[in-house]
Antibody, heavy 125, light 107 residues
Framework: EVQLLESGGGVVRPGGSLRLSCVAS????????MSWVRQIPGKGLEWVAS????????GYVNSVKGRFTISRDNAKNSLFLQMNSLRAEDTALYYC??????????????????WGQGTLVPVSS | DIQMTQSPSSLSASVGDRVTITCQAS??????LNWYQQRPGKAPQLQIY???NLGKEVPSRFSGSGSGTNYSLTITSLQPEDIATYYC?????????FGPGTTVDIK
């Protein structure tokens, strides 16, 4: 079955760190760019970060630059998001998403054709 | 910065009705627009890409059109399983940006 499965979410205090993981199955992982998209519960969607197929290019939304790092391990079909210096406004459901080749460039991916179920990150004291 | 708006913010329609949702960009986005469906409690799913191309396994009652700054998603015959929030997303100017969403329910 083609799917993305996120893990690593949980309550974290402001200023804390968390590492999200996503394991892909059912498709050739390194044929795709990958991203994280987040959603404040009950609100809209926000692209957070992308990485190209080999990890050579990454891109971030301005609000997380310098705090979040996206990475991937193609041998393990895995995507990661290291989140440091977390803020209350980072509270959201974080989705792992896939992008076909041809829709990534300059570290940005911009077509999301497969989504995981999300992992919730509440940032609260 | 580019801005995306959607209208209406919500609508109610009857099964079988034709439903149209619009998405407007603050500048020409050259058909670099995608649409996603998010059913209640579920992850979003790609419906339309590049303004008018149907996503994989998306029913043919869905269609997309538009150019320049104005785009639309149409459902020709609304079905109960189409109850969802629909988001447009532009990628002409990076980073990619989603619209605020339009919630569709059954009257």
């Amino acid at each position: 079955e083609v799917q993305l499965l996120e893990s690593g979410g949980g309550v974290v205090r402001p200023g804390g760190s968390l590492r999200l993981s996503c394991v892909a199955s059912g498709f050739t992982f390194d044929d795709y760019g990958m991203s994280w998209v987040r959603q404040i519960p009950g609100k809209g969607l926000e692209w957070v970060a992308s990485i190209n197929w080999n990890g050579g290019s990454t891109g971030y939304v301005n609000s997380v630059k310098g705090r979040f790092t996206i990475s991937r391990d193609n041998a393990k079909n895995s995507l990661f998001l290291q989140m440091n210096s977390l803020r209350a406004e980072d509270t959201a459901l974080y989705y792992c998403v896939r992008t076909p080749l041809g829709y990534c460039g300059g570290g940005y991916c911009y077509l999301f054709d497969l989504w995981g179920q999300g992992t919730l990150v509440p940032v609260s004291s | 910065d580019i801005q995306m708006t959607q209208s209406p913010s919500s609508l109610s329609a009857s099964v079988g009705d034709r439903v149209t949702i619009t998405c407007q960009a603050s500048q020409d986005i050259r058909k670099h627009l995608n649409w996603y469906q998010q059913r209640p409690g579920k992850a979003p799913q790609l419906q339309i890409y590049d303004a008018s191309n149907l996503g994989k396994e998306v029913p043919s009652r869905f269609s997309g059109s538009g150019s320049g700054t104005n785009y639309s998603l149409t459902i020709t015959s609304l079905q109960p399983e189409d109850i969802a929030t629909y988001y447009c997303q532009q990628y002409d100017t990076l980073p990619p940006l989603f619209g605020p969403g339009t919630t569709v329910d059954i009257k």
